[in-house]
């Protein structure tokens, strides 16, 4: 268990929820459901405090496939810390996925609620990216087009470059630089 700091201080249910949770189980999961064509993500808490390993982010799946994926990463952390740039076997079902790291700039609008968590404090965090039914991943070039606005790219700097241009104005981030 890595002991960064006290943990936060409550303020509602919702935090109060997500402390119970990291206690019980290692780490806590977020969903931020689709909207209006925007896809939906779900992220972890708690990961490096319980197991120094990295916060996971996932986009595009449902809600249920999501949680099911972050709660295998989780166990996977348990044993030992989740590695980027390596393809993670068997996490989502029957297929692998690749963990990228996500860049400090995107920590705010896609994982908000872990930076309470670490009360601002740096901590380290991976996107969780999924292939097409064909086993291609976002930055192949024949990546399944119609899969593509479900993944933003959060190893990459700019919004254009990261497909992260719709989903920062959905969070009333506009275009970020």
């Known amino acids: 268990m890595i002991d960064l700091l006290p943990a ?3 303020r509602d249910s919702a935090e109060r929820c997500v402390l119970a949770d990291v206690a019980k189980y290692g780490l806590h999961v977020v969903h931020v459901p689709p909207a209006d064509g925007i896809p939906g993500w779900s992220f972890s808490i708690g990961l490096y405090r319980s197991y120094g390993s990295p916060e996971v982010v996932v986009f595009g799946l449902p809600q ?3 949680h099911e994926v972050l709660n295998e990463l989780g166990a996977r952390a348990a044993s030992a810390p989740l590695l980027a740039d390596e393809l993670h076997d068997g996490v989502i079902e029957g297929f692998g996925c690749v963990l990228r790291p996500v860049l400090p700039k995107w920590y705010a609008p896609f994982l908000g609620m872990a930076g ?8 380290p ?3 969780c990216l999924w292939p097409d039914a064909r086993g291609r991943y976002p930055w192949d070039s024949e990546f399944s087009p119609e899969l593509r606005p479900a993944q933003p790219l959060l190893h990459l700097e700019s919004p254009r470059e990261a497909n992260a241009e ?3 104005r959905s969070v009333g981030g506009g275009p970020a630089s």
């Not at 309470?116 to 901590?123: P, T």
């Open 8 to 10: 936060p201080e409550p």
């Open 116 to 123: 309470w968590y670490y009360q601002r404090r740096a901590f």
């Open 166 to 168: 719709e989903l920062l």
């Open 125 to 127: 965090a991976l996107q």
């Open 64 to 66: 249920r496939v999501a």
